[in-house]
C-alpha cells in the first residue's frame, strides 16, 4: 500500500483535501487507511457527499457555517469515557464543547435538509446536564446548583478568605508599627549590604525569610496565631469542597455513561458528517464527480469509462507554470489492455492517473473527471518505484519481487505496468514482458500495460490503444524550428503532443516515431543519417 501511495503520487493527491479541525483530521487519517470497503458503503457515502454538495455550492452562508462548527470540532476518547469510573474536570469541558458543537450541527443539517443522511440522537438533556445554569456556552464549570452543600463549602470558604485577609492586614499594621517601617509590604527582597535592617529583621517575629541567596534575603509577613487558624481551616474546608465536587462529578459520569450508546452514535455521525463536507468541498473546488459503482458478474469484467480524467497534482503543478494540462478519456472494455506510443506521449501519465482514480474511488472519494463509471478493486499495483534504492537487487530485480508480492495478494487488482522489464536485456525483456502479459490476460485481475516492445502487440485478445501523439504537421513545423534552448524546445514539443488515447486494430504494431522526436530534441544530423542508413540496410535486407 505504502509503495504504490508513492509510485501513484497519492499522498500529494490526499493533500488536496482539506480536513478542517481536529476531528476532520481524525477522520481523514482512518478513512485513508481503509482497505477492502464493500461497495454499498462506498455507494451511500458517494450519495451523502453528492447531497453535501448540491447544498453547499448554492448557499455560501450554509458553507460558512458548516466549516465554523467542523473547524472546532475536537477529537474525543469515546472508549475512555465508557470505561473510566469518574471523568475529570477538563474531560468534562470537552464534552460540553462537543455537546455545544452537535448541537449547532444538529440545526444547521435540519435546516438545510440534511439530518437524514446520518443518525443523528437528541443529546439536548445530556447538554442541560452539563449546563445547570441555561449558559447555553461551550464551557463547563462545577455549578452551585449541583449542590446545596457545595454552595454553603463555598460561602464559608469566602467568609475565611475575608477573615484572613484583616487578620493578615492588622499583623502587616503591627509590623509597620513595632519595627517603624511605614511602608512595609507584605512581602520584598533585601539587600545583604543593608546589614542593620536585615539583622533586626532576622530578630522580629513580623517577617520569616522565605529565600537568600549571596545577594539578597526574601522576606514574608509570618503568620500570626489568629491567622495560622484561619489558614489551617480554609485548607480543611478545601478538602471538604474537592470531596464534594468529586461526588458532583461522579454523579455527573454515571449520567453520561448512561447515555453514553446516544453519544457513540452523535460522535461517530459527526465524523462522518465531518468526512462527507470534506469531500464534497474537494469535489466542488476541483470540478470531481460521483462515479458509478460497476458490480462484478459472475467475475466477468464490467468495463471502465472515465470522461476527462486528471492527474491532480500534475494538473496544478503546470497551471502553476503557465502550461495546460489535456485531460484523458480512457474507455475499457476488455480485462487485458495494451497502451503504446512515443516517448513523453503521456503514457506513464495515463498509468497514474487511472491507479489514482481507481484508488480513490476504492475509498470513496470523489473522482477528478467529467464522468466515470468503473468497477472496485480490492488492489492497485503499479510497477514503478522510484524511492526503492535497495543495495541488494537492480531494477529489474526490484521490479520482479515487487510483482511476485502483487501477485499473493487475495483479491482483484488493477494491474498497472510501466514498460515491464525495461531493465534487463532487451531480447529477455520482451520475452518476460510477453509471457506476463499473456498471463495476466488469463487472470481475474485487470491488466493496462505500457510497452515499446512489440511482441506484447502481436497477442491476442488484448486491447491496443496508442497515445495520438504529434501530427505529421506539427512535426514538420517542430522539426523546421531555428535551434534555441532545449526548455523551449521541450515546451513547444509537450504543447504539440495529443495525449488521448486511440484504439488501434488488433495485432498492429506499436507506432514508432523516436528518431522524429530525437531529431526536433536536436540530436547531431551525423547520427541522425547513420541511423537514415541503417533502415535503408534494414530494409533492404
Known amino acids: 500500500m505504502k509503495q504504490t501511495r508513492e509510485s501513484l503520487g497519492l499522498d500529494k493527491l490526499f493533500a488536496l483535501i482539506d480536513a478542517k479541525g481536529e476531528l476532520a483530521t481524525s477522520v481523514k487519517r482512518h478513512k485513508l487507511a481503509r482497505q477492502h470497503v464493500k461497495q454499498t458503503e462506498l455507494q451511500a457515502e458517494y450519495r451523502h ?18 466549516e465554523d462548527i467542523f473547524v472546532h470540532m475536537q477529537e474525543l476518547s469515546i472508549s475512555h469515557v465508557k470505561q473510566v469510573d469518574c471523568l475529570l474536570l477538563h474531560e468534562f469541558f470537552e464534552l460540553k464543547s462537543f455537546l455545544w458543537q452537535y448541537m449547532q450541527l444538529c440545526d444547521v443539517l435540519s435546516n438545510a435538509g440534511l439530518a437524514s443522511l446520518h443518525p443523528l440522537p437528541d443529546l439536548a438533556e445530556l447538554f442541560e446536564l452539563l449546563d445547570p445554569d441555561g449558559n447555553k456556552l461551550p464551557s463547563f464549570r462545577i455549578s452551585p446548583l449541583y449542590s446545596t452543600q457545595l454552595t454553603k463549602l463555598w460561602d464559608k470558604q469566602l467568609t475565611l478568605s475575608q477573615s484572613l485577609k484583616q487578620a493578615r492586614h492588622q499583623d502587616l499594621a503591627e509590623a509597620r508599627q513595632a519595627l517603624d517601617m511605614p511602608s512595609l509590604k507584605e512581602e520584598f527582597v533585601l539587600s545583604r549590604h543593608r546589614q542593620e535592617l536585615v539583622s533586626r529583621l532576622l530578630a522580629t517575629r513580623h517577617f520569616v525569610v522565605i529565600n537568600e541567596n549571596l545577594a539578597n534575603y526574601s522576606f514574608k509577613l509570618a503568620d500570626s496565631p489568629i491567622a495560622l487558624k484561619i489558614k489551617q481551616e480554609i485548607e480543611s474546608l478545601r478538602n471538604a469542597i474537592a470531596e464534594e465536587e468529586t461526588c458532583i462529578l461522579q454523579n455527573l459520569s454515571n449520567k453520561v455513561q448512561a447515555c453514553i450508546s446516544d453519544l457513540e452514535i452523535a460522535y461517530h455521525s459527526t465524523g ?73 506521449g503521456g503514457k506513464t501519465t495515463a498509468l497514474i492517473t487511472l491507479g489514482q482514480l481507481c484508488s480513490l474511488a476504492a475509498l470513496g472519494i470523489p473522482l477528478p473527471a467529467k464522468q466515470a463509471t468503473l468497477p472496485i478493486y480490492d488492489h492497485v499495483y503499479y510497477n514503478h518505484n522510484s524511492n526503492d534504492n535497495s543495495e541488494n537487487l537492480s531494477s529489474f530485480g526490484r521490479e520482479v519481487v515487487a510483482f511476485n508480492a502483487a501477485l ?15 531493465g534487463t536485456n532487451p531480447a529477455e525483456g520482451e520475452a518476460i514482458c510477453l509471457a506476463v ?21 502481436k497477442l491476442e485478445g488484448i486491447a491496443h490503444f496508442s497515445i495520438k501523439g504529434i501530427g505529421e504537421k506539427d512535426f514538420s513545423h517542430l522539426q523546421m524550428l531555428p535551434e534555441g534552448d532545449m526548455k523551449s524546445r521541450l515546451k513547444l514539443l509537450s504543447e504539440a503532443m495529443d495525449y488521448a488515447l486511440i484504439s488501434l486494430p488488433g495485432t498492429s504494431n506499436p507506432p514508432q516515431c523516436a528518431v522524429k522526436i530525437a531529431t526536433i530534441l536536436g540530436l547531431p544530423k551525423e547520427i541522425l543519417e547513420i541511423i537514415d542508413n541503417g533502415e535503408m540496410i534494414i530494409a533492404k535486407a
Open 49 to 66: 457527499q453528492q447531497q453535501f454538495m448540491k447544498q453547499i455550492s448554492s448557499s455560501k452562508a450554509l458553507k460558512a457555517k458548516l
Open 408 to 422: 499473493q495478494k487475495k483479491g482483484r487488482t488493477l494491474m498497472l505496468l510501466d514498460e515491464f522489464a525495461k
Open 437 to 457: 502479459i499473456k498471463y495476466l490476460s488469463a487472470t481475474a485481475h485487470t491488466l493496462v500495460a505500457a510497452t515499446h516492445f512489440t511482441a506484447p502487440a
Open 272 to 344: 462522518e458528517l465531518s468526512w462527507d463536507h470534506c469531500l464534497a468541498e474537494f469535489s466542488i473546488q476541483y470540478g470531481c464527480c460521483i462515479p458509478e459503482l460497476l458490480p462484478w458478474y459472475d467475475d466477468r469484467f464490467p468495463g471502465i469509462s472515465i470522461t476527462a480524467a486528471a492527474n491532480l497534482p500534475l494538473k496544478l503543478y503546470l497551471e502553476t507554470h503557465n502550461r495546460s494540462y489535456q485531460a484523458l478519456d480512457f474507455s475499457f472494455s476488455n480485462d487485458a489492455n495494451l497502451i503504446t506510443g512515443p516517448n513523453m
